[in-house]
Structure formats: structure tokens, C-alpha cells
């Protein structure tokens, strides 16, 4: 689980390295792959260099060839580290549980999410146990201000933190800090997001926050992208769903807690 970047002063340089960290970051934020002359052009590197990079970061398992053409393409494989890290594996343990209950109770998918750069990151999945459900992959991606899980995981951290992230995320993207400054106080008063989906149609996003111990900053947000059913059912209501949602965030964070204890 990474937060956004600090602006602190470089003291050290590793010319080497940060050629094939440059390569890696590139990738992660471009959404296809991309050829070695697109690779050369963007980063301003020489021929020479950028193959070299590409050649072991490509042994090594990082990055990979596209099936199609001649692009390359970030892997799963830095992913997939991240998620061994001993905290993050025990909100994993932690939380699959809960959420396989959750999933049960609401008849929904859920979904649990943490900060990565300006973005969420789904790490852990539950499909809803009804024949009609919508979740997204595991790794899924969205910025922070455009997505409900995102817009929790701000709303609870300290205001000199969510300052600068949103001072970053502004030089990049479009949007009023205005707006989202009062989105989130709304969501630090009720105490979860609910709110229509901005990526598909006919979806209410809601979020609540997962939190450790002696700490008011959200380390993760727990998610559900309810889906109503025009037949009627024996499905919770969006209410008792948002109820639901709450009360598994809550038992998360006291299992993270009593752990850290």
C-alpha cells in the first residue's frame, strides 16, 4: 500500500536504476502497451539504453511482450509482490473473511481497495453469490477523486496530507478542490460515500472506510457497487446494504486493531 509521493530533496542518484524505474512508471500509466520507439521518444532516452533496460526488465519478469505487435507492457509481477508485504497480506487475511460475508448478506460483489500513486488499487474481490452481479478485476485502477472507493480513502486522512494530494492530482487533472473538499466532509459526517457510478451506468457506488489502530487515516476502503434489480426480490435494500457495508468496516478495522494491539 503506497501513499502519494512526498517532494522530498533527492540526495542520492542511481542513474542506472532510475532509467528502468522511469520504463516501469511509464508503463503503469500508459493503458496499452507500448513499442520501443513510443518507449525512446516519450522518455527521451537513447536507443542503446532503452533496450538494455527492456532486455532485463523483461528477463526478470516485469515487463512483457504484447501478444499483438511489437509493444511491451507492465506484468502483474510488482502487483503481485506488493501483495506479500506482511501488512497488506494481513488485510488480506483480515478482510476476505468479512467480505465473503458481506457478499453473502447484501447479495452484491464487494470489493476492498487501497491508495497507489494518485489512484485506488482493488486488492481483494468477493462476485456477488447471485446469478447477477458486477465487480471489477483484481489491480483494477482509478483515480482518486474520480472513484467512490477513492474519494473515502480521502476524506479520512489528515488535512496536510489530503491537501497535497489533491494539490498534486489538480496540476494533472481537471476538477474543483472546491467541490471535492465538500464531497468529503459529506462523507466524513455520514461516514461512508454513496453515490451513482461515474464508470457505468445503472451502478450505485458505496464505500466505507477501513481504518487501523490510534489512527483517524483510512488505510483502505471497503466497496460494494450495488445493483438493483427491476424484478422485485428478496435482495436488501440499498439501505440495509449501506447498513451492512458500514458494520463490516467497522469489524475489519477492530480485527486490524486487536492484531496491532
Known amino acids: 500500500m503506497r501513499t502519494m509521493p512526498r517532494n522530498t530533496p533527492q540526495q542520492y542518484r542511481a542513474p542506472a536504476l532510475e532509467k528502468g524505474l522511469d520504463l516501469i512508471e511509464l508503463l503503469a500509466r500508459t493503458p496499452r502497451p507500448l513499442s ?8 527521451g532516452r537513447s536507443r542503446n539504453e532503452i533496450f538494455r533496460m527492456q532486455n532485463v526488465l523483461e528477463h526478470r519478469g516485469y515487463i512483457a511482450r504484447d501478444d499483438v505487435g511489437d509493444g511491451f507492457k507492465l506484468t502483474t509481477k510488482l502487483f503481485e509482490m ?9 488485510l488480506l487475511r483480515t478482510a476476505l473473511p468479512i467480505m465473503e460475508h458481506l457478499a453473502e448478506d447484501s447479495r452484491q460483489s464487494v470489493h476492498l481497495a487501497v491508495v497507489s500513486g494518485n489512484q485506488i488499487v482493488v486488492i481483494a474481490r468477493v462476485e456477488s453469490p447471485t446469478d447477477v452481479g458486477f465487480s471489477v478485476r483484481i489491480g483494477h485502477r482509478r483515480s482518486l477523486v474520480d472513484s467512490t472507493s477513492g474519494r473515502v480513502l480521502l476524506a479520512f486522512q489528515p488535512d496536510s496530507t489530503l491537501n497535497t494530494w489533491l494539490q498534486q492530482m489538480a496540476e494533472e487533472n481537471s476538477f474543483s478542490i472546491e467541490q471535492v473538499h465538500r464531497d468529503l466532509k459529506r462523507i466524513r459526517k455520514l461516514g461512508h460515500r454513496r453515490a451513482p457510478s ?3 451506468e445503472g451502478i450505485t457506488d458505496l464505500g466505507a472506510p477501513v481504518f487501523t489502530t490510534g489512527t483517524s487515516s483510512a488505510i483502505a476502503a471497503l466497496s460494494i457497487p450495488y445493483v438493483k434489480r427491476r424484478i422485485k426480490t428478496d435482495h ?8 451492512l457495508l458500514c458494520k463490516s468496516a467497522t469489524q475489519i478495522s477492530s480485527k486490524l486493531a486487536a492484531h496491532q494491539c
Not at 36 to 43: C, P
Open 236 to 243: 436488501p435494500s440499498i439501505k440495509i446494504v449501506v447498513d
Open 198 to 200: 461515474t464508470f457505468v
Open 36 to 43: 520501443t520507439s513510443e518507449i525512446i521518444r516519450t522518455l
Open 82 to 90: 506488493a501483495m506479500q508485504s506482511p501488512p497488506t497480506a494481513y
